[in-house]
């Protein structure tokens, strides 16, 4: 099955500062989310990106499916970023439509 | 608010004994997955639904089962509890199945063993 490799696994982040997080798979991909869980445990939709560039706020993602990465970009990090992100794809030369996970990065905005 | 509903929140329960968490999909969600989170192994796919048929099974356990029913809720059902079963477990729905699909996902069910 396709392969989810995220970085880094973890970050610590003054608040103000801005952040990148990347997402590299194994195969093409039909589908790329990424999501926030935060420290209750939800897991929170943010993008939904299988190719090109999306702004939401403070939230931007971008993926490259050609080569095989999305960057996930946090600009002026709030303590409320904190919490685990990460990546699901499905695809694969297989055509999976089952979504597969990173490990995540576990992101700690401190004030 | 995902509009995935899924109960119960929290739940312990002793080695050996059997529960049953539930999922209520979003209106109009037809495919439903399982996932289960702990701290070493990271979310895990257990179980895909579409309209009340089994599509996918991933690393689901013998002693774990689920189904979908026509109302299109779906419970998971766990058995011969043992520790290691402790973790949290989501439930996840999306419209159909394929590109262009967005999944949701309920704020999981907590499930200790002790």
């Known amino acids: 099955g396709i392969q989810v490799e995220q970085s880094p696994p973890d970050l610590i982040l003054q608040e103000g500062a801005n952040s990148t997080l990347r997402c590299n798979f194994s195969?093409?991909?039909?589908?790329l989310q990424w999501f926030h869980q935060n420290p209750w445990g939800q897991l929170i939709n943010l993008f939904y990106?299988?190719?090109g560039t999306k702004q939401n706020g403070r939230l931007s993602a971008t993926t490259v499916a050609t080569e095989r990465y999305s960057l996930l970009y946090i600009s002026s990090s709030q303590t409320t970023d904190s919490g685990v992100y990460f990546c699901?794809?499905?695809?694969?030369?297989?055509?999976?439509?089952?979504?597969?996970f990173g490990r995540g990065t576990s992101l700690i905005v401190h004030p | 608010d995902s509009g995935v509903t899924q109960t119960p929140k929290h739940l312990i329960t002793a080695t050996g004994q059997r529960v049953t968490l539930r999922c209520s999909p979003r209106?109009?969600?037809?495919?439903v997955y399982w996932y289960q989170q702990s701290l070493d192994q990271g979310l895990q796919f257990l179980i895909q639904?579409?309209?009340?048929?089994?599509?996918a099974k991933g690393n689901i356990l013998e002693r774990f089962s689920a189904q979908q029913f026509p109302d299109l809720h779906s419970e998971l059902n766990l058995s011969s509890l043992e520790l290691g079963d402790s973790a949290l477990y989501f439930c996840?729905?999306?419209?159909?199945?394929?590109?262009?699909?967005?999944?949701?996902f309920g704020e999981g069910s907590w499930l200790t063993v002790v």
């Open positions: 209106s109009g969600d037809l495919s």
């Open positions: 699901a794809v499905e695809g694969g030369s297989g055509g999976s439509y089952i979504p597969t």
């Open positions: 195969d093409s991909v039909n589908n």
């Open positions: 639904y579409y309209n009340g048929e089994e599509r």
């Open positions: 990106i299988p190719s």
């Open positions: 996840a729905s999306s419209v159909a199945i394929g590109s262009g699909n967005t999944i949701y």
